[in-house]
T-cell receptor, first 112, second 113 residues
Framework: SQTIHQWPATLVQPVGSPLSLECTVE??????LYWYRQAAGRGLQLLFY??????ISSEVPQNLSASRPQDRQFILSSKKLLLSDSGFYLC???????????FGPGTRLTVL | KNQVEQSPQSLIILEGKNCTLQ??????????LRWYKQDTGRGPVSLTI?????NTKSNGRYTATLDADTKQSSLHITASQLSDSASYIC????????????FGKGTKLSVKP
């Protein structure tokens, strides 16, 4: 069976500090991978998606970046966090096509 | 513009009661519609998926309906339980190789004893 992991589960960071959130998937190969942000009272916003190693598509211009160094690893980064980066970050995976996306447990980021 | 609108924004019901959540969408082309349940602080989990030709689909006490003509969907919860307290998110897939998803903002359901 497939599982998706995210860490850390919660993170409190000062403004201007760097960020690295990690997502890994087990039990499948060559998944499509996604990073979403969910701000309080808002829907999920797609940030990045990747269809393969080193292939990243950005949906929203911002101070965040994503990388996919391995087939089942997806990393969300920032060099300098802003207050507006606070939110709940979700990683998801799916097989190619219009199939179901499976979400990870999420990371709660608070920027102070 | 592809959009998914959900109502109500929030809902409080007593344990054992039924409720219905609404989802209206303007998404083209339409591939499928999913309802997700998201417990507080957790990732969403799929409840049902409906394609263009399906009108009703059930998953235990959850029953989803789809009217592709009016572009409306509903999620009916029967005999609610305290564990049903969560946000319910309607997600419409616009199809394509990437399965472009449009998310509603969700309905926050609270079931009280």
């Amino acid at each position: 069976s497939q599982t998706i992991h995210q860490w850390p589960a919660t993170l409190v960071q000062p403004v201007g500090s760097p960020l690295s959130l990690e997502c890994t998937v087990e039990g499948t190969s060559n998944p499509n991978l996604y990073w979403y942000r969910q701000a309080a009272g808002r829907g999920l916003q797609l940030l990045f998606y990747s269809v393969g190693i080193g292939q990243i598509s950005s949906e929203v211009p911002q101070n965040l970046s994503a990388s996919r160094p391995q087939d089942r690893q997806f990393i969300l980064s920032s060099k300098k966090l802003l207050l507006s980066d606070s939110g709940f970050y979700l990683c998801a995976w799916k097989r190619g096509g219009a199939g179901e996306q499976f979400f990870g447990p999420g990371t709660r980021l608070t920027v102070l | 513009k592809n959009q998914v609108e959900q109502s109500p924004q929030s809902l409080i019901i007593l344990e054992g009661k039924n409720c219905t959540l609404q989802c209206n969408y303007t998404v083209s082309p339409f591939s499928n519609l999913r309802w997700y349940k998201q417990d507080t602080g957790r990732g969403p989990v799929s409840l049902t998926i409906m394609t263009f030709s399906e009108n009703t689909k059930s998953n235990g006490r959850y029953t989803a309906t789809l009217d592709a003509d009016t572009k409306q969907s509903s999620l009916h919860i029967t005999a609610s339980q305290l564990s049903d307290s969560a946000s319910y998110i309607c997600v419409v897939s616009a199809g394509g190789s990437q399965g472009n998803l449009i998310f509603g903002k969700g309905t926050k359901l609270s079931v009280k004893p």
